[in-house]
Antibody
């Protein structure tokens, strides 16, 4: 059974930093690109960032480029999102998601974590 | 960016009746390999999104066969043949053909 167990998140002040983690199990981690998708309170889904199966390629939404960094630890089967210079507009539930088999397949989101709330407020 | 437009925003449905959600993209979703990367997701109240359909019409394992996807190019539809109480929630289309990956704004399905 595929599991994506998320941790991190919480309350942070504007300009602060936070790191999210997502521990994966139940599938061959290196075979799947991984992503972060967020959902602001009462709003729809927004793709944030993706990383290839090997970690060699990364992609970011313009709204987070230069502030967020996606990475993965292949030995620990864990995905990370380092979030710096946080703004009120980054307040959202952040979901990690596996994409599609093939390492460089980004065309969909097959499995989702339960989400973790990030609140940016003074 | 590819803009995904869903309609209606809200869909009140009688139990046992059919429902249909439209999703239109601002550009063709046919990729250079000939595949159309359009997915549908369901988000029940208080839950994470769950994929229902990928590549326009392929149903995920465990998804009831009352859900079906169709369409081509820029015009897509998710149909529920007979709505059940567990189908209440939001439904999102999503394109995976071009960066950035983009979602529709969502359609809220509720019981009349």
């Amino acid at each position: 059974e595929v599991q994506l167990v998320q941790s991190g998140g919480g309350l942070v002040r504007p300009g602060g930093s936070l790191r999210l983690s997502c521990a994966a199990s139940g599938f061959t981690f290196s075979d799947y690109a991984m992503s972060w998708v967020r959902q602001a309170p009462g709003k729809g889904l927004e793709w944030v960032s993706s990383i290839s199966g090997t970690g060699g390629s990364t992609y970011y939404a313009d709204s987070v480029k230069g502030r967020f960094t996606i990475s993965r630890d292949m030995s620990k089967h864990t995905l990370f999102l380092q979030m710096n210079s946080l703004r009120a507009g980054d307040t959202a539930v952040y979901y990690c998601a596996s994409q599609c088999s093939g390492g460089t397949c980004y065309s969909t989101f097959e499995h989702w974590g339960r989400g973790t709330l990030v609140t940016v407020s003074s | 960016d590819v803009v995904m437009t869903q309609s209606p925003l809200s869909l009140p449905v009688t139990l046992g009746q059919p429902a249909s959600i439209s999703c239109r993209s601002s550009q063709s979703l046919v990729y250079s390999d000939g595949t159309t990367y359009l997915s549908w997701f369901q988000q029940r109240p208080g839950q994470s999104p769950r994929r229902l359909i990928y590549k326009v019409s392929n149903r995920d394992s465990g998804v009831p066969d009352r859900f079906s996807g169709s369409g081509s190019g820029t015009d897509f539809t998710l149909k529920i043949s007979r709505v059940e109480a567990e189908d209440v929630g939001f439904y999102y289309c999503m394109q995976g053909t071009q960066w950035p990956l983009t979602f529709g704004g969502g359609t809220k399905v509720e019981i009349k």
